[in-house]
């Protein structure tokens, strides 16, 4: 390998990628979050007859439910995992996991020994694509690298 500082760098490629966009995967899903929006907008302008109240309101509901609204990419490298939402980036080492756990959606790659109630904010959640393609490749990943799977 030279050192020749006009050689391109190396570039990783990931050994799985997929983009989850529960907005357009799940449209009748995302009928009932618009329909929640509007009720939530309604009743707090019944309660306060303030747009400001209103617009506050729903820019909090929004950002908590900021990965549903739009796309989230991963990818999965031999030593680490990356996940890419709009314009936040999180680079997580498997070893930082302990264990993981699926449920109906994806898949919870937890800090703890043990599956706990802190996992959705030390852990990182993983959403399968609608058709979870991915899913069996996946879960033999992870049991290689990860392996406490319950």
Not at 18 to 30: D, R
Not at 98 to 107: H, I, L, P, Q, S
Request: aromatic share 24%; proline share 5%; charged share 25%.
């Amino acid at each position: 390998m030279s050192n020749n500082p006009k050689d391109p760098p190396i570039v990783k490629k990931p050994i799985f990628s997929w983009v989850s966009f529960p907005l357009v995967e799940f449209p009748i899903q995302t009928l009932f979050v618009f329909a929640f929006f509007i009720l939530v907008a309604f009743f707090v302008f019944t309660i306060t007859h303030n747009l400001f109240w209103v617009l506050l309101s729903l820019f909090f509901l929004f950002t908590s439910l900021f990965s549903y609204f739009l796309p989230t990419y991963y990818e999965f490298y031999e030593d680490y995992l990356f996940v890419k939402v709009l314009v936040f980036k999180r680079e997580r080492k498997y070893s930082e996991f302990k264990c993981f756990y699926v449920d109906k959606k994806g898949v919870m790659l937890s800090t703890f020994a043990r599956p706990r109630g802190l996992d959705r904010f030390r852990g990182q959640s993983i959403r399968f694509t609608k058709e979870q393609k991915e899913k069996e490749e996946m879960l033999k990943f992870l049991d290689e690298k990860i392996g406490n799977r319950f």
